[in-house]
């Protein structure tokens, strides 16, 4: 990656400045200003005024940032950029896991990560996150331009993008919502494409990792040619992937038993932690094929038929247990969740392009892709089960405890169980996105200055078909698992007794043998599983202008102004059945709308030779909220000519999307933990329903930024630059939501009577909690980038070397409620703010035709588990919701090594071949463990570190073969 050719200073702007601008006079400056320009140039594009036949052709230029069209504009924002060398140097299977590299993303989400996501039916999606900030706070954009969401809570999947036509990816780390509107708070990815490609070329990659699986392979064609003496350009491609699913976490660094649970022997007077981690632990309250958890029989579990074991409990703390048997509770369960997904693709994209005029150009453009992912969530433990005295497996094949029963009185067995011989909870997806653009681009003079002009509409859709798998029917399993024998000694669901009618079948809840597959049917509602269809919407009509006004003694001013119409919208369908009394899924329609109207106006004044100052200000109308403005002032100075200062000031929006707005409420099955003592019927691990609801009452989330950094290129030192920026951003009434062990903790650890009514108990047993996003937070997040290149001949070849970094200073997330929270330098996975202290990729090239040698080093610093927490081994202080104490509270970093060989070769007809072979995560370094828990009935299932920070595959190995004619 390398530093887009910016200098940039800084101007400054009072406090008081940034609160006075006015909503009012942005709408009124802006749209009029948007118009007046639109109107003065329709005649002169009539007009079509020619280009001397002499004069040298200008490349138009527009950096990402900025909307002013130049040759060779400086923009005042930093702009890091990802080439084609690069890419092609790593032969991604999917761009976003390339991109996802650099330093300055934190918080993004890969289809492995968000396997998790039945209910939200995020799984299979790859998205990208700056700074920290959350995926929502980054915008994304193809070619300067917006591209549907794939979910309703408004991620772009990158799956979406034409891979092979990414001519570079260029990063704005920094506020651009006056450039671009909402969404752009943490910054833009604009993924650029190579639209004027003209040739054929043909391309296969695979990969494989050093343990046999993760495979994966892709073949992908574009052709482009022109016709009509060049006016008329036709422009293809077309990819295939696919990527073979992996079931279970078969890894051996994840079978340490390595989690964090509450300290069983902490009081708040003797001295212990209260958090412990380490290894050796396991569930309390389960085993695979059943644990009786209370009475005088606690502790037999179910083996196979006939055999029943005595478990050895160590060291309880609900719902973990530290020693005795652990590896027993967690065989079934540990480690079920998919380490890589099913994920196959077929993208297609077509551009065609005609030239009126030399400096008319019409054109469109569809793109189509259509994506099926498959994961498994979790081996889903059970607790609470009731196995009645007279349930007739009992009877049949664990005759010796229906005895012990007998003796001791017993009606019925309380049981855990993480259910052997079931199938595994999953879903299946499948998504269809279309995206279509037409518009007009061209250039006129006026009034001897030249302008560009461009105008478009586009029209996106995707079409999801969200299933859930392996999801049982609560009523049916209640009524399935209290087995009876009838008269005539056949075993039946109780209720059949009563009503033979029912269609219900009896199922085995006891022993590793498993339930017979009539049983399994019945449950899983004879294969007809949680359906939902949604269709999420996008329109965008834009038109805009750009060009140079007027002289000034320092150079023309240049400008860009347009207006901008948006409108997204979903709606689907769920069949009523599935709204209710499932598992998981539990899905209801997601319907709703917004219209946005906008006008911006951007300003590119020099002020003497060497210093710019840029700056730009939108008005934007939500049909949900109203009229918010949004702005931006930046300078460059090039102080001396080895030296330049680059510098911003900005404020940013992020309005609530479609999910915040309009979720129709969507319920999923978790567990949480009520402390021991709290005023609440129930105590201990608890499972329950978790119900989300949408708020249309959100406003936009508002953040004022600013950047300031330098560029120095010595002259002394050719071929090398080094680059420092600084930035900090601010966000308050930002959108979210508090999670359900958070909302107990509120309740009943920091008496926060407010949070209660969320919490819903039923007879005295848990039953639902329920979560609804509030403009209710404030976040602020700072640090420092520092890129550094350098490119020589050394010997018969070219070495070039890149390296990022990115410093986390501090990302405080502050609800309002409880006390702020640092997540810079955090490294467990329950957030999407955390990010390491640092991050850094160091890449070196050594070019010796036809060999091309590539080494990436790349990783992240130590860090902790909190900040505010306090790690202690005795003579602990009162441990506190914010300042928890625990036994260690250090995660280590870690650095990967990949590296690859570029090969080129002639083809026939004159072509040219490229052969690259590629190795990552060289050296097969195992993830660091991470302590994940207390909470949550889905912990064990997954990896016992952070995976979105921490390699779990693997050493892997990618071949590409490209040729191009």
């Not at 003065?40 to 036949?53: F, H, K, S």
């Not at 989400?109 to 396997?115: A, D, H, I, Q």
């Not at 422009?235 to 073979?244: E, I, M, P």
């Not at 077929?346 to 994961?375: M, W």
């Amino acid at each position: 990656m390398r530093n887009a050719n910016t200098a940039l200073g800084q101007t400054s702007q009072s406090r008081g400045m940034m609160e006075s601008f006015s909503v009012r006079s942005a709408r009124a400056l802006l749209l009029a200003g948007a118009a007046v320009p639109l109107f003065l140039a329709a005649p002169a594009m009539a007009q079509g005024a020619p280009t001397p036949a002499d004069e040298e052709p200008v490349n138009d230029i527009v950096v990402t940032g900025s909307r002013i069209v130049g040759d060779g504009y400086s923009a005042p924002t930093p702009v890091a950029v990802l080439g084609e060398a690069d890419i092609a140097a790593q032969a991604p299977a999917n761009i976003s896991d390339f991109v996802n590299q650099m330093p300055a993303i934190a918080g993004s989400g890969t289809s492995g990560t968000n396997s998790g996501g039945l209910s939200n039916a995020g799984a299979g999606i790859n998205s990208i996150g700056l700074r920290g900030l959350g995926v929502g706070r980054t915008l994304v954009l193809v070619d300067g331009q917006r591209s549907v969401a794939s979910t309703v809570g408004g991620t772009v999947d990158i799956n979406t993008i034409p891979q092979d036509l990414v001519k570079r990816v260029e990063v704005i780390t920094g506020g651009a919502s006056a450039a671009y509107g909402s969404d752009a708070v943490g910054g833009v990815v604009n993924f650029i494409l190579d639209t004027g490609y003209k040739g054929f070329k043909i391309g296969a990659d695979t990969g494989i990792s050093t343990y046999g699986d993760a495979f994966n392979y892709r073949f992908t064609g574009t052709a482009g040619f022109s016709l009509l003496d060049d006016r008329l350009h036709l422009l293809t491609n077309v990819s295939y992937f696919k990527q073979n699913r992996e079931e279970g976490i078969d890894r051996d660094w994840n079978n340490k038993g390595y989690f964090q649970i509450n300290n069983p022997a902490y009081t708040a007077t003797n001295g212990e932690p209260q958090r412990l981690v380490g290894s050796g632990i396991g569930p309390a309250g389960y085993t695979a094929g059943g644990l009786i958890t209370s009475g005088p029989l606690r502790g037999t579990y179910f083996l196979g038929e006939g055999q029943t074991g005595q478990l050895n409990y160590g060291t309880v703390s609900s719902p973990w247990m530290i020693g005795g048997d652990w590896q027993t509770t967690l065989a079934g369960h540990v480690g079920t969740n998919t380490l890589v997904p099913l994920d196959e693709r077929l993208s297609a994209f077509q551009r065609v392009g005609f030239e009126i005029t030399p400096d008319i150009e019409i054109f469109g453009q569809f793109s189509y892709n259509r994506s099926v992912s498959a994961s498994s969530y979790q081996q889903t433990p059970s607790t609470g089960v009731t196995i009645a005295a007279d349930n007739a497996y009992l009877l049949s094949q664990y005759p010796t405890v229906a005895a012990q029963m007998a003796a001791q009185g017993l009606s019925s067995i309380t049981v855990g169980t993480s259910n052997a011989g079931f199938p595994i909870p999953g879903s299946n997806i499948k998504r269809q996105v279309y995206r279509g653009v037409i518009g007009a681009k061209g250039k006129f003079d006026l009034f001897d200055k030249p302008m560009n002009w461009d105008v478009y509409y586009q029209k996106g859709v995707t079409k999801a078909r969200e299933e859930l798998t392996n999801t049982w029917v609560n009523s049916r399993m209640a009524l399935a698992q209290d087995a009876v024998f009838d008269g005539s000694g056949n075993i039946v669901c109780r209720s059949t007794l009563t009503n033979p009618g029912n269609g219900c079948v009896p199922i085995d809840r006891l022993g590793t043998n498993g339930p017979s597959q009539a049983a399994l049917d019945y449950i899983y509602n004879d294969g007809n599983q949680p359906l939902r269809h949604q269709t999420i919407k996008q329109d965008v009509a834009a038109a805009t202008i750009s060009g140079k006004a007027f002289a000034l003694p320092a150079g023309d001013l240049a400008f860009a102004t347009g207006v901008e119409w948006r409108r997204e919208q979903i709606n689907g369908s769920v069949d009523s059945q599935y709204n209710s009394g499932w598992l998981y899924g539990n899905f209801r329609v997601n319907q709703g709308k917004y219209d946005v109207y906008e006008g911006f106006l951007e300003l590119d004044v020099p002020i003497f030779d060497g210093m710019n100052v840029n700056a730009a200000a939108r008005g934007t109308h939500y049909s949900t909220s109203g009229w918010v403005g949004t702005w931006k002032v930046g300078a460059n100075w090039q102080a001396m000519n080895a030296l330049r200062f680059r510098g911003t000031l900005s404020h940013d929006i992020r309005a609530p999307n479609l999910d915040e707005l309009f979720a129709a409420g969507t319920a999923r099955t978790n567990t949480v933990i009520i402390p021991d003592g709290a005023d609440a019927p129930q105590t201990g691990s608890l499972q329950f329903v978790q119900n989300a609801f949408g708020n249309s009452s959100l406003k936009p989330e508002v953040a004022d930024g600013w950047t300031l950094g330098a560029v120095f290129e010595p002259s002394f030192l050719p071929g090398f630059s080094l680059s420092f920026d600084y930035y900090q951003i601010k966000i308050k009434d930002a959108i979210g939501s508090i999670t359900a062990q958070q909302t107990v903790d509120l309740c009943y650890e920091q008496g926060i009577s407010s949070y209660c009514p969320n919490i819903n108990f039923v007879n005295g047993q848990l039953s639902t909690i329920d979560l609804t996003p509030i403009n209710f937070a404030r976040q602020q997040t700072k640090g420092f980038d520092i890129e550094v290149s350098y490119t020589a001949q050394v010997g018969p070849g070219t070495l070039r070397l890149h390296g990022q970094a990115t410093h986390y200073i501090e990302n405080v997330v502050d609800d309002g409620i409880s006390f702020p929270i640092d997540y810079a330098g955090v490294l467990t996975n329950n957030t999407t703010y955390a990010s390491p202290d640092w991050v850094y990729r160091v890449s070196a090239f050594y070019d010796i035709d036809p060999v091309s040698l590539n080494l990436v080093a790349r990783g992240f610093t130590n860090g902790v588990y909190g900040n505010d927490w306090i790690e202690c081994d005795g003579d602990c202080p009162a441990s506190t919701a914010q300042y928890r104490t625990i036994n260690d509270n250090s995660i280590k970093g870690a650095v990967y090594f990949d590296a690859s060989v570029d090969f080129k070769f002639p083809a026939m007809g004159g072509g040219m071949g490229h052969l690259t072979f590629v190795v990552n995560n060289l050296l097969n370094k195992d993830p660091v463990l991470v302590g994940n828990g207390p909470d949550g009935n889905n912990v064990p299932a997954y990896a016992q570190t952070n995976r979105s920070r921490y390699d779990v595959i693997g050493r892997t190995f990618r071949v590409s073969a490209k040729v191009e004619f």
